[in-house]
Structures are given as C-alpha cells and as structure tokens.
C-alpha cells in the first residue's frame, strides 16, 4: 500500500522543515490549482514560494496535485476511507504513528526518514497516532491521467440515491476504491467533484457494474 521511493531530502532540509513548521490547526494547504482539480498541475502558494516548503516539493520531480501538511494529535484517528487518487508522503514529526491498510490487515510505522513514499490510496485506511506528540504529515495528491481514447465513454454523475448522515463514509467505503483502480486503467476521463456530486466519463463496458456497485446508497444518472 505505501512504499519508499528513491526521492528524499538532505536530513539538514528535514530538520528545517520541522524546525519551521507553521501553525496547523488541521490541514494546511501549501499551493493552489491552475486548473482542474484532478489533472493539472499546482502551483505553490505566494506566501510559500522560497521558503523550505517549496525546495521541498520540488524535491519531488512529478508534477503534483494538492500538497497539504497533516497534523493528527496524539491519540487519535480519524474515519477508515479510500480516496480515488494516490498520493505521495513524507513524515515530518511523530512518534508511535501508523497507517493502516484496512483492505489487507496491515499497518505500517511511519518514520521520520526524510523520504518520499508512494500510496495507493485506493485500499481503505486509516492514520493513527499512538504517541504522545503531534504526528504532521506532507501529503500531495498525485494527479490523475487523461485516457488517450475516449470514444467508447459515457458521461454520468454518481448522486445520493437517499438521504443518510454517512453518504461521504459509505461512498468512500464502496465506490472510490473501485474508482481508484478504474482511472489507473484507463477506463475513467473527466472526474471531477462538485458539492458532494462526482461526474465523469466512463468506459461503457463497465456502466452495468457500477450501477450494481453504487447500490443501495447511490445510483449513476446519464448526462450529455
């Protein structure tokens, strides 16, 4: 589910970074879109821009998506999910912190080492902190790829079939770990997500299947 890549930053950039950590309540974005959310690249805030927090996203030699720093206080963790875009990561403070793969019963420790790690954030997980110290986190969102050949898509929109307290924990349970794996094959254009409503194009050859796996809580309508 995570794996160390060969990218990482000198330990005297990392003792900076964390020397220098802004306040974070939650979540802190450090850039800002240049287009769509999913596929185009980002740009580093103005207010980052040649400060530690840019060397080390470029560090990084992908074009990126959305880069946040997390913070999770010690003792907690938050809802088990799946996302629809992988991500690549860097421990920056925390001791005793792990994420866990939920899909696969497995958890892995989370150390400070000064490299990048590779998601798949397609598998349902969770991130705890079982310390006694803020655990923060740079996380960036790897941008989604264009299918060359669209011809054979559908447009749709995945909406509420009916009202429940928990449509985001049950659509992130059963629907985006399939999507997740239908983009890295190709088989979705177009996503994007707009007030709670994912629209997209997708491959006909798997309406049928996402139709049975949107039920009971979602349903799919077409659109042109």
């Known amino acids: 589910m995570i794996n160390k890549t060969e990218w990482y930053i000198p330990s005297e950039l990392l003792e900076e ?12 974005t450090l850039n800002e879109p240049t287009g769509r959310f999913f596929y185009d690249k980002w740009k580093v805030k103005e207010e980052f821009v040649g400060t530690v927090w840019e060397e080390i996203l470029n560090s990084l030699p992908y074009e990126k998506g959305e880069a946040r720093l997390i913070k999770l206080e010690p003792g907690t963790t938050y809802m088990s999910h799946a996302d629809l875009d992988d ?12 994420l866990i ?12 080492d000064g490299y ?13 902190n079982f310390g006694e110290i803020p655990r923060v986190q740079l996380v960036v969102r790897q941008l989604l790829k264009q299918p060359k050949y669209t011809s054979d898509f ?7 079939a ?14 985006s770990p399939w999507l997740n794996q239908h983009i890295k094959t190709g088989d979705i254009s177009d996503l994007s997500v707009e007030n709670g409503i994912v629209s997209m194009k997708l491959f006909d050859g798997f309406l049928i299947k996402l139709n049975e796996i949107v039920k ?3 349903k799919v309508v077409l659109s042109n």
């Open 17 to 28: 970074a964390i020397g220098t950590l802004p306040n974070i309540d939650y979540r802190l």
């Open 87 to 98: 991500r690549w990561h860097m421990s920056l403070t925390g001791n005793q912190s792990y």
């Open 101 to 112: 793969n939920l899909s696969d019963d497995i958890m892995y420790k989370l150390d400070i």
């Open 116 to 128: 990048w790690h590779s998601m798949n954030a397609g598998k349902l997980h969770v991130a705890a």
């Open 154 to 160: 559908v447009q749709l929109k995945i909406i509420p």
């Open 162 to 175: 009916i009202e429940r307290f928990d449509s985001r924990y049950q659509f992130d349970k059963t629907i």
């Open 216 to 218: 009971p809580y979602f």
